[in-house]
């Protein structure tokens, strides 16, 4: 029951983190290659507010807000400039942020580990089918799967949802109409970067805060993504939680072929569906 657990805890986790990434590409078609970099700088943040605040919840909320804002800044005076280029520019422009977002963490908190301290309320644990779990990696799961349904409300059924659809597929008569194209894509590269701060933020308490975790955790990031389909939200959480599950598996059962079953998986997956595995495959007319 235990690697069951975990396995879903690192799903919902991975969920968060991947969520603002495909949230990004499918709305404004941006490979944001320092999405791993914002994870960790909300990590830090939260770090940081919780240790001077004394609130968890201070901490969660300020990263989020903080690592939002750092989002919308890059997307309006960086990445705006060149949506109309190569993806290649967008690439090297992403790249550069991970290395300045890095310096900038290396500066402010060094480049010891630090370790975020377990808010109280949630440092216990519970006996589940004589399984010990520990509380926090309930509320994880939890709060992974609350934020997917927010997500999906307000992608899905709201005013703001309709209005990010359209200007991704079609910014210029968005433009026409009188919307603030450029006012929308702000907000979802904004509300992207604000989901990798927000997973930085809830995965403070169980891993260990080092600048190092921003190219670790990209690569999770990009699988999961992969698998679930470019863009795909639905199949994001279905491929989080897939690897979740493989990876806690293979912690218990095979600890040191863990990396090797993760990618295998992404090759095969990239060899037979490389639209996704929980993508619709596009049928020609």
């Excluded at 470019?230 to 600890?255: D, E, K, Q, S, W």
Aim: aromatic content about 10%; charged content about 10%.
């Amino acid at each position: 029951m235990s690697t069951i657990i975990i396995g879903l805890s690192l799903g919902m986790l991975l969920f968060l983190l991947a969520s603002g990434l495909t949230l990004i590409f499918g709305m404004l078609g941006v490979i944001n290659f320092a999405h791993g970099a914002l994870y960790m700088l909300g990590t830090y943040l939260s770090y940081d507010i919780a240790l001077r605040t004394g609130s968890f919840t201070l901490g969660v909320i300020g990263a989020t807000l903080i690592v939002g804002a750092v989002g919308i800044a890059m997307e309006r005076y960086a990445l705006r400039k060149l949506y109309n280029r190569p993806h290649f520019y967008q690439l090297i422009l992403t790249f550069g942020f991970i290395l300045v977002i890095s310096e900038a963490a290396k500066y402010f908190w060094g480049m010891g580990y630090k370790e975020a301290p377990m808010p109280e309320l949630l440092a216990g644990a519970v006996d589940i089918f004589s399984s010990t779990i520990p509380v926090y990696r309930l509320f994880v799961i939890g709060f992974g799967a609350l934020v997917s349904v927010a997500l999906f409300a307000a992608l899905e059924k709201s005013t703001f949802g309709m209005l990010v659809r359209a200007a991704s597929s079609d910014a210029e008569m968005v433009q026409t109409l009188g919307l603030p194209a450029s006012l929308i894509r702000t907000a979802v590269f904004g509300l992207g970067a604000g989901l990798a701060g927000l997973a930085g933020a809830i995965a403070a308490p169980l891993f260990p805060i080092e600048p190092g975790m921003a190219g670790n955790t990209i690569i999770d990031c990009f699988v999961v993504v992969i698998l679930g389909g470019l863009g795909n939200i639905r199949g994001v959480v279905a491929a989080a939680i897939l690897i979740g599950m493989v990876r806690a598996i293979g912690y218990t059962f095979m600890p040191s072929w863990v990396d090797v079953m993760t990618f295998a998986l992404l090759i095969l997956t990239l060899l037979t569906r490389p639209q996704g595995l929980f993508s619709r495959p596009v049928r020609s007319a």
